[in-house]
């Protein structure tokens, strides 16, 4: 049994709505009966746990399920595999679990979406995974996956919800058809202010599956969410968004990823910098090097000392915030973009554009204002909490 415990865990007053939250999966009794008798498929990584009766420890969900005798007969494991440890971007192999000798069937190397082979005597998929509530997160990607292939082989699924820690944001450029991958799916904002619940019901519902059946779809809510507070997650939900600020700051800062310049991949604060052995030493005071991590191998900049600046204590406003990649473009020496990396995260052509053309902040997310009310009328009609 895998049993996790949060060091130097303390209940704070500003913690008091993680000490009330109960998620999805902690919801036992709303769900146990569907997986009783039956050949369960789970897709999960680490952050799929309960919490125990102290309030600062846990199980994984796995381990919960086995213990009631239910019979989990396979893993399904996203981006990073099912113990969080893989990179970004690195292919994850299918194996045998070491801890409860289930079978791993990784849906980040060959393929992407379960196959019929699969799904061979598979009665049942529950899906339990932390999102963050980025676009470019690759978990919804997965979601979306895993929710048309059981539709196209009639396996019932349940979803068991999590809290968004950016759950009350709705920002960013909405991203265009053309560009859609696994980086971005469907026509949503860079930030869409859903939990990965109800996220689910959006593609069920609105038909942007793409499969010709009908989904046996069943979301279990959470109980006291509240979508406006930034919960500060018990466990990271993957190797570089270790805390609540990088987390805030992903939204932001991932726009880098199409570019030349480091995020903070290779550093004690992923997500929390940035910089680049190119930027303007004059310019930026902040200066630090990039190693080789767990979880970042082989980080942009590696070896180098980059010049930018350290995020890790700014007050992070619930907003996309371009002024960061735009002192960074202005002051980078030789080739800055990834032109169709940098196309794929933004979701357009146009911001990269815009960036090159010298249009502002305020210009910028101008261009967006049309779409963004668009696809509110779209998720208003899919809040599960207030």
Same mark, same amino acid.
């Not at 196959?115 to 995974?129: M, R, S, W």
């Given at each position: 049994?895998?049993?996790?415990?949060?060091?130097?865990?303390?209940?704070? &007053?500003?913690?008091?709505?993680?000490?009330?939250?109960?998620?999805?999966? %902690?919801? @036992?009794?709303?769900?146990?009966?569907?997986?009783?008798?039956?050949?369960?498929?789970?897709?999960?990584?680490?952050?799929?746990?309960?919490?125990?009766?102290?309030? @600062?420890?846990?199980?994984?969900?796995?381990?919960? *399920?086995?213990?009631?005798?239910?019979?989990?007969?396979?893993?399904?494991?996203?981006?990073?595999?099912?113990?969080?440890?893989?990179? $970004?971007?690195?292919?994850?192999?299918?194996?045998?679990?070491?801890?409860?000798?289930?079978?791993?069937?990784? *849906?980040?190397?060959?393929?992407? &979406?379960?196959?019929?082979?699969?799904?061979?005597?598979?009665?049942?998929?529950?899906?339990?995974?932390?999102?963050?509530?980025?676009?470019?997160?690759?978990?919804?990607?997965?979601?979306?996956?895993?929710?048309?292939?059981?539709?196209?082989?009639?396996? =019932?699924? @349940?979803? *068991?919800?999590?809290?968004? =820690?950016?759950?009350?944001?709705?920002?960013?450029?909405?991203?265009?058809? %053309?560009?859609?991958?696994? /980086?971005? *799916?469907?026509?949503?904002?860079?930030?869409?202010?859903?939990?990965?619940?109800?996220?689910?019901?959006?593609?069920?519902? +609105?038909?942007? #599956?793409?499969?010709?059946?009908?989904?046996?779809?069943?979301?279990?809510?959470?109980?006291?969410?509240?979508?406006?507070?930034?919960? !500060?997650?018990?466990?990271?939900?993957?190797?570089?968004?270790?805390?609540?600020?990088? @987390?805030?700051?992903?939204?932001?800062?991932? #726009?880098?990823?199409?570019?030349?310049?480091?995020?903070?991949?290779?550093? =004690?604060?992923?997500?929390?910098?940035?910089?680049?052995?190119?930027?303007?030493?004059?310019?930026?005071?902040?200066?630090?090097?990039?190693?080789?991590?767990?979880?970042?191998?082989?980080?942009?900049?590696?070896?180098?000392?980059?010049?930018?600046?350290?995020?890790?204590?700014? %007050?992070?406003?619930?907003?996309?915030?371009?002024?960061?990649?735009?002192? $960074?473009? !202005?002051?980078?020496?030789?080739?800055?973009?990834?032109?169709?990396?940098?196309?794929?995260?933004?979701?357009?052509? $146009? /911001?990269?554009?815009?960036?090159?053309?010298?249009?502002?902040?305020?210009?910028?997310?101008?261009?967006? +204002?049309?779409?963004?009310?668009?696809?509110?009328?779209?998720?208003?009609? !899919?809040?599960?909490?207030?």
């Amino acid at each position: 049994m895998v049993l996790i415990i949060i060091a130097g865990y303390s209940p704070t &007053k500003a913690q008091s709505l993680e000490e009330n939250l109960v998620v999805g999966a %902690e919801r @036992i009794d709303h769900y146990i009966e569907q997986l009783q008798n039956k050949n369960i498929a789970i897709v999960a990584n680490a952050t799929s746990v309960v919490r125990k009766s102290d309030r @600062i420890s846990f199980t994984h969900l796995v381990d919960t *399920l086995l213990s009631r005798k239910i019979a989990v007969s396979k893993i399904f494991s996203p981006e990073h595999g099912f113990r969080t440890t893989a990179d $970004a971007g690195e292919k994850v192999s299918s194996s045998i679990d070491p801890e409860t000798g289930i079978e791993i069937v990784s *849906l980040y190397g060959k393929h992407r &979406k379960p196959t019929k082979e699969d799904l061979n005597e598979v009665d049942l998929i529950l899906f339990d995974i932390q999102d963050v509530g980025v676009r470019f997160y690759t978990y919804i990607a997965t979601l979306q996956y895993v929710m048309e292939a059981a539709a196209d082989h009639d396996i =019932p699924m @349940i979803v *068991l919800d999590r809290p968004n =820690p950016n759950g009350d944001m709705v920002d960013g450029p909405v991203m265009e058809k %053309e560009n859609t991958s696994f /980086l971005g *799916l469907q026509p949503i904002p860079l930030v869409y202010g859903l939990t990965i619940g109800e996220y689910a019901h959006l593609l069920d519902k +609105e038909n942007w #599956l793409e499969t010709e059946k009908s989904l046996d779809l069943e979301v279990i809510q959470m109980m006291n969410y509240d979508r406006t507070h930034r919960y !500060h997650l018990p466990i990271k939900p993957s190797p570089n968004l270790p805390n609540a600020q990088s @987390i805030a700051l992903y939204p932001s800062l991932g #726009l880098f990823e199409g570019t030349h310049i480091n995020a903070g991949r290779g550093t =004690p604060q992923p997500f929390q910098r940035y910089g680049s052995k190119d930027l303007d030493s004059t310019v930026f005071g902040f200066s630090y090097e990039v190693t080789s991590t767990p979880g970042a191998k082989y980080p942009k900049q590696l070896g180098e000392r980059c010049y930018g600046e350290d995020l890790s204590q700014v %007050e992070v406003a619930k907003k996309v915030n371009l002024q960061w990649l735009l002192k $960074a473009f !202005h002051h980078h020496k030789g080739s800055f973009f990834k032109s169709e990396s940098f196309k794929l995260h933004s979701g357009q052509e $146009a /911001l990269e554009e815009m960036i090159r053309s010298g249009f502002t902040e305020n210009q910028i997310r101008a261009t967006w +204002e049309k779409d963004l009310e668009v696809f509110k009328v779209i998720r208003y009609r !899919h809040l599960m909490y207030p």
